[in-house]
């Protein structure tokens, strides 16, 4: 009896493989940082093929950190960034251009166009807002300025996908008879799926132009697609999830009303909403769950915040003020509140429930007394007060409060953080004892498949609290923190003005 299960995340600043063991826990870790790339304001590109090299080194490193022999492996499941667009070479295997990033808004004016005249029937279908944040149009554009790259797509020389699309069919043997699939939790952010019949629609292919050849087949999030070949170990890849919706079937969240958090480099809330698809009237977007074989689509309405740990990631890289993104705490530690200062990091616009990808980022609130310790403060806050935005949308959509939120994610490291988000919630902040739920998520998905995990019910037996963060302030002191984020908020939009808002 084999007795680990490994899980491949491959996320937007880095990528991971982890092995765990029957009862859920990591007993194996490799990571790798790739780079982002930024040719322009608002475009973020990742080379796709740096990736791909990165998921061989972290997996093969893994086992050799462990000295675990990958006999003892059953099998893995991958995870991924998920609106992160390739377009590649059949026959090579070659990217044919840098993969454009979910946080990449190049097409913003073009989803304004498709958006005027198609946006309620796109959103019906898609769950979706017409958005340069989801894949289609970024296929779109893949195929507009690659040379040739629109003959070639419809002459069945190309192939396009999500991150988990490329790294399946690289590692399944590429132009020698690689797998290419997704599964529907990633195609659902594509704005090209019927979130119904949880297949590509012919309409929505038509009316972004993307020829149906050079997508992936759409399988269930738990199943085994095929066999690693390219790697000293063949490994069954037997899972696929789209990280947050990993995150979500890492924590347990199986039923109706479940909800995380997750702070990477973006933070994700996401609900599962049951078998029906939930519209939101409060600019949350609806996705699929998870689709797991015999029990049809799991559905979730989820609020996406652009920056979260890449606001961080900024302060560390662009403006040097910490060399090591776990300094952040120490610094905002080194005073007592903000001193009044607001930061609005909308790099690219702002995201769920506004929708304004005329925002551009803004610090507010500045005077003398200020230092870098309250900028500190203020983009740790900054993540907090989105999150609160999402929440109360999400709770005006589903009718009920959420008395809880689970929180995982490498922000959860830092507690200071965690405080000031249980305060302005005004809602207890739940930490897991694995922290790694992304990972986690897809290992479970892959050994379900696999019988390393005989049903769901085994799985929420290994989820339990390492801590608990409850409010420590008033509602009056949270209300006027709040009102001062709104403030700051409505300072940020109008930036672009070619740009405007959806």
């Given amino acids: 009896m084999k007795n680990y299960i490994g899980a491949l995340d491959q996320g937007t600043t880095s990528t991971r493989f982890l092995i765990f063991d029957r009862q859920g826990r990591p007993v194996g870790f490799d990571q ?30 893994a086992f050799t950190n462990t000295g675990i022999d990958p006999s003892e492996v059953v ?76 003959k070639r797509a419809e002459a069945g020389e190309l192939l396009a996908g999500t991150i988990d699309s490329w790294l399946i069919w690289k590692l399944t043997g590429g132009p020698n008879g690689g797998v290419h699939v997704t599964d529907a939790t990633n195609a659902s952010r594509t704005l090209l799926m019927d979130l119904k019949t949880l297949d590509w629609d012919q309409g929505l292919l038509d009316l972004f132009g993307v020829p149906r050849a050079i997508l992936p087949a759409i399988r269930p999030s738990s199943q085994v697609y095929g066999t690693t ?63 797991l074989p015999g029990e049809g689509a799991r559905y979730g309405l989820e609020g996406s915040v652009a920056m979260a740990g890449a606001t961080i990631q900024w302060l560390r890289d662009n403006l040097g003020i910490i060399s090591s993104s776990s300094e952040i705490e120490t610094l905002a530690k080194t005073v007592a509140d903000n001193g009044g200062v607001y930061f609005v990091p909308a790099f690219s616009g702002l995201f769920a429930p506004y929708w304004r990808p005329d925002a551009r980022g803004i610090v507010a609130g500045l005077t003398r007394f200020a230092t870098k310790g309250h900028l500190a403060r203020a983009a740790l806050e900054a993540v907090a007060y989105q999150t609160r935005d999402v929440l109360e949308a999400m709770e005006r959509d589903a009718g009920s409060k959420i008395t809880s939120l689970k929180v995982d994610g490498g922000m959860t490291a830092n507690e200071t953080f965690l405080q000031f988000q249980a305060d302005v919630l005004g809602t207890p902040v739940l930490r897991p004892v694995v922290a790694e739920t992304t990972a986690l998520g897809a290992a479970y998905a892959a050994g379900l498949a696999l019988g390393f995990w005989k049903d769901k019910a085994e799985l929420r037996t290994h989820w339990s609290v390492d801590k608990t963060w409850e409010p420590a302030v008033s509602a009056a002191v949270r209300e006027k923190w709040y009102a001062g984020w709104k403030k700051a908020v409505s300072k940020s939009l109008d930036w672009v003005d070619e740009v405007g808002a959806p």
């Avoid at 080379?47 to 093969?60: F, G, H, P, Q, R």
């Avoid at 059949?90 to 251009?97: F, S």
């Fill in 229 to 291: 070949t390219v790697l000293p170990h063949n490994l069954p890849i037997a899972g696929v999830l789209g990280d947050q919706q990993a995150a979500l079937f890492g924590q347990a969240g199986f039923d109706r009303g479940e909800a995380k958090n997750t702070y990477g480099t973006g933070a994700f809330l996401l609900m599962n909403t049951g078998a029906q698809p939930t519209v939101s009237a409060n600019g949350l977007i609806t996705t699929v769950a998870s689709l």
């Fill in 75 to 150: 099998g893995l499941g991958i995870t991924n960034q998920r609106e992160t667009s390739v377009l590649w070479d059949r026959a090579t295997g070659r990217p044919v251009h840098n993969a454009l990033v979910w946080q990449d808004t190049r097409t913003d004016e073009f989803c304004r166009a498709i958006d005027r005249t198609h946006g309620p029937a796109v959103r019906a279908k898609t769950g979706l807002p017409v958005a340069a944040y989801f894949s289609a149009s970024k296929f779109r554009w893949l195929l507009d300025h690659v040379p040739g790259a629109q």
């Fill in 32 to 61: 790798m940082e790739h780079r982002q790339i930024f040719p322009q304001p608002g475009w973020v590109e990742h080379d796709a093929e740096e990736i791909l090299e990165k998921t061989y080194k972290v997996m093969i490193g």
